[in-house]
């Protein structure tokens, strides 16, 4: 350990010493990183290779969604299997279509298609059609898509292996090291087979810095509406307890910060956390943006047709494996294509859809999913997951 490592981690740990922090520390799972029940899916995904088509459950349920809102429910028999869209668990104004959600379940079923092939099925998807609406007063399941299941080769490949080591990174990224031409090549072509979806990839500084100016007011923009920072503060999971009752939403874990401030600020309440955000640079979200050599947007001809949403979210999960495969990291920036939704709920000009046309340069497109990558500096961390008892009708 380096001697500066050492005498910052020291001074952390003789402050909760003194402050008597040591027992919150431990209670706040400080020493317990990516353990107990909500961390056991990760490890568990391959340990019965004989329980049939269950097993690719076990591989979807690892997938990305909106908030870590795990929005999945399904069905399973030995010939096939339904997923379903629970529309309770979601984030509320944010995503007041579901769009974002669907986009989830669409990563849910990529995960699961891999599986299927590497466990030796012949797996057709069927995805449902119809449009995007409010959410509905009263959740229920609702049917979005179904996998058909017959006897077929086993093919492993590089995106399923990559599932288990697939997760989120919010830190700051390393932007000294450049994206290889293979791997950009090899992304721009993972929509290739798609009429109705499409990826954008940029790399120049100034068409990235356009699309981080836009992401970053929108951040903005969007959290000063109460009820969107309500709707996911609903799904902040601060307290180690609520991580393992619950198996679901944002930890501190995987806020994206180096371990010794992820361990102090899991010792914080929420308001001092709020605090210490409030105190952050001006641009600080662009500026952690623009540390990623590459930024992307996914399109579809319909933003708010729901087959498309699922085409995304596929092409995102996709994506992301690639990504983890080849040693890079990922990371979601929605906030532009959120405030596409909030404006078009509350009856304003569509301002984002114009900024984002504009950078796209096509109108035809419409962009439903915005990323980043690059090479981390801090490896990024799992997060909960739930059961499959929890997930299964």
């Known amino acids: 350990?380096?001697?500066?490592?050492?005498?910052?981690?020291?001074?952390?740990?003789?402050?909760?010493?003194?402050?008597?922090?040591?027992?919150?520390?431990?209670?706040?799972?400080?020493?317990?990183?990516?353990?107990?029940?909500?961390?056991?899916?990760?490890?568990?995904?391959?340990?019965?290779?004989?329980?049939?088509?269950?097993?690719?459950?076990?591989?979807?349920?690892?997938?990305?969604?909106?908030?870590?809102?795990?929005?999945?429910?399904?069905k399973v028999t030995n010939s096939w299997i339904e997923l379903y869209l629970d529309t309770d668990r979601n984030v509320g104004a944010l995503d007041p279509y579901l769009r974002e959600e669907h986009l989830g379940m669409g990563c849910a079923i990529e995960n699961l298609m891999l599986a299927a092939a590497a466990s030796g099925y012949l797996a057709t998807v069927t995805l449902i059609p119809g449009k995007l609406g409010p959410i509905p007063a009263e959740g229920k399941p609702k049917l979005v898509a179904r996998v058909d299941l017959v006897a077929g080769k086993h093919e492993e490949s590089e995106l399923y292996d990559a599932i288990p080591r697939r997760h989120t990174n919010r830190g700051a990224y390393n932007s000294q090291i450049p994206i290889p031409p293979q791997f950009v090549d090899a992304?721009?072509?993972?929509?290739?087979?798609?009429?109705?979806?499409?990826?954008?990839?940029?790399?120049?500084?100034?068409?990235?810095?356009?699309?981080?100016?836009?992401?970053?007011?929108?951040?903005?923009?969007?959290?000063?509406?109460?009820?969107?920072?309500?709707?996911?503060?609903?799904?902040?999971?601060?307290?180690?307890?609520?991580?393992?009752?619950?198996?679901?939403?944002?930890?501190?874990?995987?806020?994206?910060?180096?371990?010794?401030?992820?361990?102090?600020?899991?010792?914080?309440?929420?308001?001092?956390?709020?605090?210490?955000?409030?105190?952050?640079?001006?641009?600080?979200?662009?500026?952690?943006?623009l540390s990623a050599p590459l930024i992307g947007i996914i399109a579809v001809s319909d933003r708010y047709d729901q087959a498309n949403c699922l085409r995304a979210g596929r092409i995102w999960q996709r994506a992301h494996l690639l990504a983890t495969a080849r040693g890079l990291a990922g990371r979601p920036c929605n906030e532009a294509v959120e405030m596409i939704d909030h404006e078009r709920a509350q009856g304003k000009p569509a301002q984002r859809a114009g900024l984002l046309a504009e950078v796209l340069g096509d109108t035809t497109w419409q962009p439903t999913f915005l990323f980043y990558m690059g090479y981390p500096i801090w490896a990024a961390r799992s997060s909960p997951r739930r059961s499959i008892d929890r997930v299964v009708l």
């Not at 027992?23 to 107990?36: H, I, L, P």
């Not at 997938?63 to 795990?70: K, L």
């Not at 929420?270 to 600080?284: C, D």
């Open 1 to 74: 350990m380096k001697r500066r490592s050492f005498l910052k981690g020291a001074g952390i740990v003789t402050v909760l010493v003194a402050g008597g922090g040591v027992w919150r520390a431990y209670d706040q799972g400080v020493f317990s990183v990516g353990k107990g029940p909500a961390y056991e899916p990760w490890r568990d995904w391959r340990s019965n290779p004989n329980e049939g088509a269950l097993a690719l459950v076990r591989a979807a349920i690892l997938a990305a969604s909106p908030h870590n809102t795990q929005p999945w429910l399904f």
């Open 187 to 289: 992304l721009s072509r993972l929509a290739s087979e798609e009429a109705d979806a499409r990826i954008f990839l940029f790399t120049a500084d100034g068409d990235r810095k356009k699309i981080a100016e836009i992401s970053s007011a929108a951040n903005t923009e969007l959290y000063s509406d109460p009820e969107v920072e309500g709707g996911s503060d609903r799904w902040i999971r601060i307290k180690w307890s609520s991580v393992q009752k619950y198996r679901d939403g944002l930890t501190i874990d995987a806020f994206g910060l180096p371990p010794i401030a992820t361990a102090v600020a899991k010792t914080m309440p929420l308001w001092m956390l709020r605090w210490a955000a409030s105190r952050s640079t001006a641009n600080g979200y662009a500026h952690l943006m």
